[in-house]
């Protein structure tokens, strides 16, 4: 049997696309909008499509990730749209260069981050 008909494990998990004009936001940040009662998050909310952390061992949106820096510093982030980093408490957005260079990274990975003063690495302690 051909290899293309048969189940490839090892992939990562499908990536849900919300549909055209959605906004992507984690529980929390749905919660924190909807209490906050401010008309630009009701508007965000009308069209947000509300996605769960997939409980995997890979940083992706709506991971709780736990890093070191090079320094030493530790500092623990979640992973969430753009529209939320000034809504949730330690939100990072996946479209920043620390949220791009978290997502798909696993326990134990180094990744490197585009910094203002240059590349940075870090290293991934823990995803929940």
Do not use: H
């Not at 529209?83 to 990975?109: F, H, K, M, Q, Y």
């Amino acid at each position: 049997m051909s290899k293309a008909f048969t189940k490839d494990d090892d992939g990562p998990a499908p990536v849900a696309v919300p549909p055209r004009g959605a906004v992507r936001l984690t529980p929390l940040g749905a919660r924190l909008m909807r209490e906050s009662g401010s008309d630009r998050y009701r508007a965000l909310l009308e069209r947000a499509v509300i996605e769960g952390p997939t409980g995997s061992e890979v940083a992706g949106f709506g991971a709780e990730v736990r890093v070191r820096w090079k320094s030493g510093r530790e500092q623990t982030v979640l992973l969430v749209s753009p529209e939320e980093t000034d809504i949730v408490p330690n939100g990072c957005s996946v479209s920043s260069p620390l949220g791009r260079a978290l997502v798909g990274a696993r326990v134990g990975d180094a990744v490197e981050v585009e910094t203002p003063r240059g590349v940075d690495e870090l290293e991934v302690l823990a995803v929940t």
